[in-house]
């Protein structure tokens, strides 16, 4: 319908331009004198012009979108170049082009320039740069480029959407943290360390692939020619540093600063020569088991690109629904915004069984913990609960002083 009424529209104003034109001839030819002569002859270009701009085909432009690149970390700025390409040089006198976004970089429409208002002329190539700042998370698609012209006098209009899909994917942002392990059992302190997680090299229970850090000795010559890449052999531990952590993906304002936190948690646990597992229950129950390197990273940072607070049941109840959590031995990390007595519950009877639970409490910047919060924080440390308050932009203080009720 409303095409039809579009199309209605366009007949309408062809029929009265050339309903101007005859009644200023008319005009002409009857009133007689230099001024009605004058006004028809005026009137002339403007309105063979509208004629020729009716005939003009648009649609077969040729529009090519850049990028400055694909893959983004939040807040990084995007830098996009539109390229407009026709045929014939018929004059055009303005253009208007605008890029059509998704929902979430509409949401940033007033600190960018996606809509620009050109007089191309004669010209037969336009090239427009925008800039979008502060681009937030998540996979985001541009649609179709909508172009749209007319004459001076605005009788005729012409505009098309050319389709023109590109997709973008922006991580979530991530600090730079340093991951101490919660048990600490080789006479090296409380404080923090960039040395790797110590390994019993005493006996070889598998090969994994090359990670930075790997010592020269480590690496598995018949594994490597076999592979046709660098294996290293994987030692026992003395003391498991296998770390899982279970992401609340329940609806919340502060769910960003939950996900940048647990971002910067895997990397720094992965960076420390660590294996760590993942678990978020949005609205699709995602699972990555324990394993380490770069290639986990990867794919750990891919999902928390996408993921949404969707989450259909509260993190309580994902926790008393997974089993498996209760039957390996790791330290289990719980990462939330929001803190309730059933979490506190179902976190303490697993705390009971294995000992190693750490609940990190998300807050925005300078927000402040209320009084239910507190006497609920009170109460995980008595069960034996290790918890920390952790405010956006202050992520390296995760490790600083993680005790224990």
Known sequence: MKRFFAFVKDIWKLILLYLLIVITFSYAMFQGGFVSWFLFYSFLPFGFYALALSLYQIQKFEVERELSKHEFNAGESVEVTLTIKRQTGFPLFFIVVE????????????Q???????????????????????????????????????????????????PLE???????????????????????????SNERVQRDTSMATGVREY?????????NWKATAKRNDIMTKEFEQRKSHDVFILMDCAP?????????????????ILHKGAQTGFLSSSSERVEFPIRGGEAQLQQIFYHLAKVKDDSKVTVDLVLESENFLSQQNYNLMLITSQMTKPLIEKASYYSSRKGNVTLFLMKKKKEIPTKKELSLIEMAKTRGIKIKMIHDEGFFEAFSEVKRG
Not at 212 to 219: A, E, H, M, V
């Open 166 to 192: 590109n997709r973008i994917l922006v991580y979530p942002a991530y600090e730079e943290m340093t991951y101490r392990p919660q048990e600490n059992h080789y006479d090296q302190g409380m404080t923090a």
């Open 112 to 162: 960018n320039s996606e809509k620009k208002l050109l007089f191309p002329g004669f010209q037969k190539e336009l090239k427009i740069q925008y800039l979008m700042k502060n681009v937030p998370r998540g996979e985001h698609l541009f649609h179709h480029l909508r172009l749209k012209t007319g004459d001076p006098l605005g009788l005729i209009e012409k505009e098309v959407q050319i």
């Open 252 to 268: 919340d304002s502060r769910f960003e600063v939950v996900v940048s936190f647990t971002a910067s948690l895997v990397r720094a």
């Open 211 to 219: 990670q930075p850090g790997d010592r020269f000795s480590w690496i």
């Open 99 to 110: 890029d059509e976004l998704d929902q979430k970089l509409r949401l940033i429409k007033n």
